[in-house]
């Protein structure tokens, strides 16, 4: 059984439709797909329709942009209320910080000589929640000013760049208690990417699990097989499951195909009872 439990449609920032993306699920020879659009469940019921046709267990997901220290963590929820007020309120908050930021990142870039203008990205974003960083790298690749989203990041958005502009996320200890009050089962994103290992102590997921974090993803390109031995040892010693999966985004991400990481159905079991059968 093959259980994939974390993805992108273009409801965030990934390239496929939800119908797409579960359509290429099936194709890619998953049993269980979650889709987990950033700060955002509206590509659920589409996603479910094409589920029902074509034979895969979706799982609902989303990924919160939350923070630790000020530094990027990122959330995923199970199974959460959609309509659960006080998460619905904080996910808000991070899609209009998203969208506020965006004329302050054309400005930088309009600093450094590189014109774009909200309707340019808007091209990219049409079918999005909010408007993110991705979508800015999609509209400077069409421009022809990078080759691809990675250099995007690398050369003008990630921070430290100059076209870098902060935004709201989400406190993490307050995700992980909306996620819980919501009804959903909460796992830690790729813990260790992107330099979140600095705040992601083993002292700081300990706490996590005492305020009900159920587990964390091991298996993600972005650790590497070290990583991924310590985080299996921790997640061990604390009683959290362990999964693993793509963070697939369409063509939106370069080699994060469908199924590349999968979660063994006995952890699945745990975080979701009855998804394996
Ligand atoms: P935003 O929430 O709008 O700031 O955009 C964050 C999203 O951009 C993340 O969820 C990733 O999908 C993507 N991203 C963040 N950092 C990088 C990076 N260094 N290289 C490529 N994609 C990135
Ligand atoms: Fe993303
Ligand atoms: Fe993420
Ligand atoms: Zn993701």
């Not at 609902?60 to 007020?85: C, N, R």
């Not at 974003?125 to 691809?148: I, Q």
Request: charged share 25%; with cysteine; aromatic share 4%.
């Amino acid at each position: 059984m093959r259980i994939d439990l974390h993805t992108h449609s273009d409801r965030s920032d990934g390239t496929d439709s939800p119908t797409e993306l579960v359509e290429n699920a099936a194709r890619a020879g998953l049993d269980v797909v979650a889709l987990t659009d950033h700060d955002a469940t509206v590509g659920w019921d589409e996603a479910q329709a094409a589920a029902d046709r074509v034979g895969v267990r979706l799982v609902k997901g989303l990924e919160i942009s939350t923070q630790l220290q000020g530094k990027s963590v990122h959330l995923l929820g199970y199974e959460v209320d959609p309509t659960h007020g006080p998460l619905l309120a904080e996910l808000q908050r991070v899609l209009d910080g998203r969208d506020n930021r965006l004329p302050l990142i054309l400005e930088r870039l309009g600093t450094l000589g590189i014109e774009l203008t909200v309707e340019d990205v808007a091209r990219w974003s049409g079918n999005a929640a909010a408007s993110g960083r991705p979508h800015v790298a999609d509209a400077l690749v069409e421009k022809g000013v990078v080759a691809n989203r990675d250099e995007a990041f690398d050369r003008l958005l990630k921070p430290g760049r100059p076209a870098y502009v902060d935004r709201y996320a989400a406190p993490l200890h307050e995700a992980v208690r909306l996620v819980r009050d919501a009804g959903g089962v909460a796992v830690v994103a790729h813990p260790w990417s992107r330099g979140s290992d600095r705040v992601m102590t083993p002292d700081a997921i300990a706490e996590l699990a005492g305020l009900g974090l159920a587990g964390l993803e091991v298996d993600h390109n972005d650790h590497d097989e070290d990583q991924r031995a310590r985080l299996r040892a921790l997640a061990a010693d604390l009683d959290l499951a362990v999964t693993g999966s793509s963070d697939y985004h369409g063509t939106g991400k370069i080699g994060f195909p469908l199924g590349c990481h999968t979660t063994d159905p006995e952890q699945a079991e745990r975080l979701l009872p009855g998804i394996t059968s």
